[in-house]
Nanobody
Framework: QVRLVESGGGLVQPGGSLRLSCAAS????????MSWYRQAPGKERELVAK???????DYADSVKGRFAISRDNDQHTVYLQMNTLRPEDSAVYYC????????????WGQGIQVTVSS
């Protein structure tokens, strides 16, 4: 059974930092592309960052230079370090696992709230 469990969200002041974690189980973690998406109220879900099994990362323009995605293939965990947070970063953040050769192997976590507010 595939599971993606996010943790580390919460309330933070503008300019602060948070680190999200996503613990994965039930699939061959190291061959999946792991991503973080977010969805703010009234907006579409958007890709924040993704990382391949060998560690190649890509970011949305809005978070470049502030966020860093990483993964630990031994621990089956992906992280999102978020620095210099802004109110517009407030959203529900979702962990995603995708196996590119098989598009139907596309899994989601339950989401975790991040709120940036003073």
């Amino acid at each position: 059974q595939v599971r993606l469990v996010e943790s580390g969200g919460g309330l933070v002041q503008p300019g602060g930092s948070l680190r999200l974690s996503c613990a994965a189980s039930g699939f061959s973690f190291d061959v999946f592309v792991m991503s973080w998406y977010r969805q703010a109220p009234g907006k579409e879900r958007e890709l924040v960052a993704k990382v391949t099994g060998v560690g190649a990362a890509d970011y949305a323009d809005s978070v470049k230079g502030r966020f860093a995605i990483s993964r630990d293939n031994d621990q089956h965990t992906v992280y999102l370090q978020m620095n210099t947070l802004r109110p517009e970063d407030s959203a529900v953040y979702y962990c995603n696992a995708k196996y590119v050769p098989m598009p139907e192997w596309d899994y989601w976590g339950q989401g975790i709230q991040v709120t940036v507010s003073s």
